[in-house]
């Protein structure tokens, strides 16, 4: 899904080919009850070929007519409403659902999640979302830039009124969207048959630029029965069991979490995928906690010599996946060892190597834009992450060499969580990659496996027809099109 934002609501957008494109329109809001008369965002699908580009036009059209979304706000009003059909309810005892074809999400009164159906099997899962506030301890030294030293357990973020909430259905996704004092919290589902729409996108805009010596953290509590392990990733490429140990402090149970975090039992595990690198914790089975933003006053003396008050308005992004499992070996669960399910990798790639949106506000008259560049025949296998393919510099200055740089990545994924019905476009192939058939309207006149810095290459390195991966390991290949 492409969102952008216009500025008029007579807007069509069409293929390369002229086609019309469904498209959802959703109100831009200039404060938490005033909708923007200037801008509309515009919402539609595209068809994305392997490290491609595609052109779609904009124009203003009379005979345009896309999905306007419909709101319902509680707990406030809006005085101009504009095109948009929206409600206002005072207070509700009702329950809020929003739903896709894979799941169902249920929210309370302040906006916040509580339970996770799945469509598949029609089973209920608590999910309950929350947020809390670590203080510092009262003894000489305190928490700093370097140092997490709370004064005990994280207190529930109170508030005395009930937030307001906004919700909004459209044709291609609805959220839910709760302003507290100092966080603004949203959940959105994707009703699109795909990846996207397998998991849940929750994003908080945190602001503690007022606060004094606090911590702000998400909590996820769930019925799963994880009791004191859990897991975190290194640096995006493996996965490292954690147990939580109640004879240590509680920051002894901190760790960092650069793209995923999760929790599992026997039947269930759920994924908490991040855009963004931050402290995660279990502290008690079935919970996953992570630390948002700090705002500490005092140096902590490791070296910084000043606190952390440089605080901005902060945006943070996750995806929650819950998944069934399948097949469980209980003696594997004690291994030091594990890895994400395929789709898990997947949905990571959409937080952390989202496509890009490249906009030509006017067409150059000379210039005939091609409706569609695709360079591969086909998609690469699902394990395999393209890291770089780059042109290499030449050895005379200024010049580039007629070679390139291929990195490549295989991921370690647990083939015991079932890609059926995930909307996976792609094979796995075992780590075997067949140049020949690899690139479309290029020819591929040497493939040479190189060190991974490119600086060396092995003795016995000569032209190859076919690309072998093992799973967990990067390949770099040096690479002559033509």
Excluded at 142 to 151: E, N, R, T, W
Aim: aromatic share 8%; with cysteine.
């Amino acid at each position: 899904m492409v969102s952008l934002y216009v500025s008029s609501p007579a807007v069509q957008v069409s293929s390369a080919s002229g086609k019309p494109v469904e498209i959802q329109m959703s109100a831009v809001w200039d404060t938490t009850s005033t909708i923007s008369q200037m801008a509309y965002e515009i919402s539609f699908l595209v068809q994305m070929p392997p490290l491609g580009l595609k052109v779609y036009t904009l124009l203003e059209s009379t005979s345009s007519n896309p999905h306007l979304a419909e709101y319902v706000l509680y707990n406030g009003n809006i005085e101009n409403k504009g095109i948009f059909n929206i409600k206002s309810i005072k207070s509700t005892e009702e329950d809020i659902i929003l739903e896709n074809s894979f799941i169902k999400l249920r929210f309370g009164q302040s906006g916040l999640m509580e339970e996770m159906i799945s469509k598949e099997d029609g089973k209920r899962h608590e999910v309950r979302v929350q947020f809390s506030w670590y203080g510092t301890t009262s003894k000489k030294d305190k928490s700093g830039a370097y140092l997490f030293l709370p004064d005990g357990e994280a207190k529930p973020y109170v508030y005395t009124t009930h937030p307001l909430v906004r919700v909004q259905r459209g044709r291609f996704y609805s959220d839910v969207t709760c302003f507290f004092e100092h966080v603004t919290h949203s959940v959105r589902l994707y009703n699109i048959q795909g990846i996207e729409g397998q998991s849940v996108e929750v994003s908080n805009i945190v602001d503690i630029r007022k606060e004094h010596n606090r911590e702000i953290a998400m909590r996820i509590s769930s019925n799963i029965n994880s009791q004191n392990r859990f897991y975190t990733d290194l640096n995006g490429y493996q996965i490292q069991p954690r147990m939580t140990m109640s004879k240590l402090p509680l920051q002894a149970n901190v760790y960092p979490m650069t793209t995923m975090a999760y929790i599992q039992d026997a039947e269930h595990r759920l994924t908490l995928l991040s855009a963004q690198s931050l402290g995660v914790s279990s502290l008690k089975s079935g919970q996953i906690e992570v630390i948002m933003d700090r705002r500490l006053m005092q140096d902590d003396n490791r070296g910084l010599e000043q606190g952390v008050h440089d605080n901005k308005i902060t945006a943070n992004l996750f995806r929650i996946l819950l998944e069934k499992r399948t097949v469980v070996n209980t003696e594997e669960d004690k291994k030091p060892v594990s890895y994400p399910s395929l789709l898990s990798h997947i949905t990571s790639s959409f937080l952390n190597h989202p496509f890009l949106t490249m906009t030509e506000k006017i067409p150059v008259p000379t210039l005939q834009l091609l409706g569609e560049f695709s360079p591969l025949l086909s998609s690469l296998p699902c394990d395999i992450h393209l890291l770089n393919l780059r042109t290499i510099q030449s050895k005379v200055d200024g010049k580039y060499s007629d070679e390139a740089a291929l990195i490549l990545h295989r991921k370690g994924f647990d083939c015991r969580f079932s890609s059926r019905g995930t909307g996976l476009q792609c094979s796995t192939t075992q780590g075997k990659i067949s140049i020949q058939k690899l690139f479309h309207k290029f020819t591929v006149v040497s493939l040479v496996p190189s060190s991974l810095s490119l600086m060396h290459s092995p003795p016995d390195a000569r032209n190859m027809s076919e690309i072998n991966l093992s799973p967990m390991e990067i390949s770099t290949f040096r690479i002559q099109l033509r």
